[in-house]
């Protein structure tokens, strides 16, 4: 059983479209994330949810819209998509304040 | 101020060889976990090895220990034997307990393993 999954693992679309990715983790933690790591390789955390409620907004553009609907779903929401979007996305989960993150496979995202 | 940093952007091992991969960290919180990662190119994140700010000891995990120097605030990363397998990048992580949804991560380090 997958731990945490992402749909879809490749994502290549036009500027200026909506677009949307999906997370599940089957783990019963209570923390998800979604991170954006650019070409550098570099890992930037972009929103956590806690218990489905909003806990971390870094610096994101608000075209960027995560949603929540349970505890063990945190999608993310992409309007008007930009060049500068393209990154791999990844979604992750934890245990409020035990253990590692654990990871999903990531999305490829191309914006063209 | 960063608060974890990797200054090895790659490093060169050879096969069967020890390498230690750097992670200096900053917080001024008390109590704080440290992570390692294996990125290897086919993308995933892997897990690696957990050190509690708290533990007496090194964390252990087959052939990955954490050479953990508090008042230094060091947690490197020791791969002993190392195998072509383990070329990757490896990220160092922290999460300071008083923010214990955030984890803070490093710049990464390209580990090549050469036969």
């Known amino acids: 059983d997958t731990a945490v999954s992402q749909t879809p693992k490749y994502l290549v679309t036009q500027m200026g479209n909506d677009k949307s990715i999906k997370c599940e983790q089957n783990?019963?933690?209570?923390?998800m994330y979604w991170y954006k790591q650019d070409s550098k390789k570099f890992l930037k955390i972009m929103f956590s949810?806690?218990?489905?409620?909003?806990?971390i907004n870094e610096t994101v553009p608000n075209r960027f819209s995560p949603k929540s609907p349970d505890k063990a779903h945190l999608n993310l929401h992409i309007n008007s998509l930009e060049l500068g979007d393209s990154a791999v996305y990844f979604c992750?989960?934890?245990?409020?304040?035990?253990?590692?993150?654990?990871f999903g496979p990531g999305t490829r995202l191309t914006v063209l | 101020a960063q608060k974890i940093t990797q200054t090895q952007p790659g490093m060169f091992v050879q096969e069967k060889e020890a390498v230690t991969l750097d992670c200096t960290y900053d917080?001024?919180?008390?109590?704080?976990?440290l992570f390692w990662y294996k990125q290897p190119s086919s993308g995933e994140m892997i897990f690696l090895i957990y050190?509690?700010?708290?533990?007496?000891q090194n964390a252990t995990e087959g052939r990955y220990s954490l050479n953990f120097q508090k008042a230094r605030k060091s947690a490197n990363l020791v791969i002993s034997a190392s195998q072509l397998g383990d070329s990757a990048m490896y990220f160092c992580?922290?999460?300071?307990?008083?923010?214990?949804?955030?984890?803070?991560f490093g710049s990464g380090t390209k580990l090549n393993v050469k036969p």
């Open positions: 992750a989960s934890s245990q409020a304040q035990v253990g590692e993150q654990f």
């Open positions: 783990l019963g933690h209570d923390t």
């Open positions: 949810y806690n218990n489905k409620e909003l806990i």
């Open positions: 917080t001024s919180d008390p109590s704080y976990g």
């Open positions: 050190q509690g700010s708290y533990d007496q």
């Open positions: 992580a922290m999460r300071e307990d008083y923010n214990f949804n955030k984890f803070y």
